[in-house]
């Protein structure tokens, strides 16, 4: 039987080897999974879900498999815990909202077909801020998740319950979504490894929507490893989503471990002006490891950063505005009934969602009315172009950019909650991946006052092969 006290150091390969070897069967690594969950469960409020049935049924099929000398997947008993706003059939999908607290979808978003194709176990479903709406995973109708590194401190969000899941053990693996930066800053902040990969990379085919120009599905992990195999799972072309890119899939894990040595980073000044000595040093001391593992360093601009903030809140809220009209009570969602139909919206949205979306759907609904939407959504785009066209430009110069994930560690639960503006900054660092559509990721780079820190690496659009090439070289060069 699988010892439970040994799944937090589980990784894929480690799976692999323990099947192979027969040390335990599929079957008794997703019970020992699902009992170790919902265990620790109670500290962090990381799932929101458990699936004992769709593991049960899917470990079962491959010990048969497994006994027949068949091929069992990349993923072969891999537990895996997936985002609340992605897409899972027959298993309630929430995405931490009232408006769909019984929703039980009839279909599987492509990323969790692909992977359960390859053997993964879904074990359950993960908290996460409303609809994708948050920094800090405190915006859940069900309640905030707690940081397993310090359970007072925030996951970060809006995929705090995939990023605690990964980081207290109990998945291996998870997906999470990424519109702001909502995969790398709980990674960050969780010390655990998160990839957004380019915008079109993996399919959005069943991730509900946020911001439909910006939202993304991506893995978290143990390790850069683990996440390039998740990664390599999920990717490609998809007919369900026309969005999806034609681009071929690379062997990411084989790529990987080709040394980095003269590879050019950029060191972007935007990033690190008026950078506290808590994120700064731990991040320059990250940095100056890949300089002695060969790497040459460059000072670059990426001038127009400072515009980011402004630029993503008025296109999300405006894309936000327009996704969520469709719960209206009429079709799928809780319904509070009034005398009249304006009444029963009115009833209906006010109660199934929360303060943030209703900030959100009202900011979007104003820069995208007939007086404001040259003033505001026309010229956002415009700067979304210049933000893009920054990144182009500077990978003429260099590989890859190097950068904080975030200006702090977590912070305690229920600091920001009452600043919007304060929790939006949080994401400064990580918006214009997701505006530009690069691939990007957070790699643990070390601890300030014992709180993770995420190093920020961006690599060229459809190169994730070298983004994890840096990465995983420098996970390695810090553990010898």
Do not use: W
Not at 115 to 135: P, Q, R, Y
């Amino acid at each position: 039987m699988t010892d439970i006290e040994s799944l937090p150091s589980f990784t894929i390969s480690s799976i692999r080897e323990g099947l192979t070897s027969k040390a335990f069967t599929a079957t008794e690594l997703a019970k020992a999974a699902l009992a170790f969950a919902e265990k620790e469960n109670a500290a962090t409020n990381a799932y929101l879900t458990f699936s004992p049935e769709r593991a049960l049924k899917a470990a079962a099929k491959l010990d048969a498999q497994i006994a027949k000398g068949e091929y069992a997947g990349a993923m072969a008993g891999v537990p895996v815990a997936i985002k609340d706003v992605i897409i899972t059939k027959d298993l309630r999908t929430t995405c931490g909202s009232k408006i769909l607290a019984q929703y039980i979808p009839p279909y599987d978003a492509t990323a969790v077909f692909r992977l359960e194709a390859e053997g993964a176990v879904i074990i359950g479903k993960t908290n996460c801020d409303e609809f994708a709406m948050g920094s800090s995973n405190e915006n859940s109708a069900f309640g905030p998740v707690h940081n397993p590194k310090a359970l007072d401190r925030v996951p970060g969000g809006s995929s705090g319950g995939s990023a605690a899941a990964v980081s207290q053990g109990t998945a291996v693996a998870a997906l999470g979504s990424d519109t702001g930066g909502s995969i790398r800053q709980p990674a960050s902040f969780c010390g655990v490894v998160g990839v957004t990969p380019t915008y079109g990379r993996v399919s959005r085919y069943g991730l509900v929507a946020f911001a439909s120009s910006l939202d993304h599905i991506g893995p978290l992990a143990r390790n850069v490893e683990d996440a390039a195999t998740v990664l390599q799972t999920i990717a490609g072309r998809d007919d369900f989503d026309s969005t999806s890119a034609f681009a071929p899939v690379d062997d990411y894990r084989a790529l990987m471990k080709h040394p980095v040595n003269g590879l050019k980073l950029g060191l972007a000044k935007e990033y690190f002006e008026g950078l506290g000595a808590e994120t700064g040093d731990v991040v320059r001391a990250a940095i100056k490891q890949l300089q002695s593992l060969g790497c040459e360093l460059r000072e670059i601009s990426l001038p127009h950063t400072k515009y980011a903030l402004s630029c993503y809140y008025i296109i999300a809220t405006a894309e936000a505005s327009s996704n969520l009209a469709r719960y209206d009570g009429v079709r799928y969602t809780t319904r509070n009934d009034g005398e009249t139909l304006s009444e029963m919206y009115r009833n209906t949205r006010g109660c199934g969602f929360g303060a943030e979306v209703k900030r959100r759907i009202m900011l979007g609904t104003y820069v995208l009315s007939a007086g404001y939407y040259e003033a505001y959504y026309r010229k956002a785009q415009q700067v979304r172009a210049l933000i893009t066209r920054d990144f182009s430009n500077a990978f003429e110069e260099v590989d890859a950019i190097v950068a904080p994930v975030s200006p702090i560690p977590a912070f305690k639960i229920g600091e920001k909650i009452d600043d919007p503006l304060a929790m939006y900054l949080s994401d400064v660092y990580t918006l214009t991946g997701d505006l530009s559509g690069v691939p990007c990721m957070s790699v643990p780079c070390g601890e300030s006052d014992g709180l993770p820190i995420g190093l920020q690496i961006f690599t060229k659009h459809f190169d994730e092969a070298t983004m994890f090439r840096i990465a995983y070289n420098f996970e390695q060069s810090r553990a010898n």
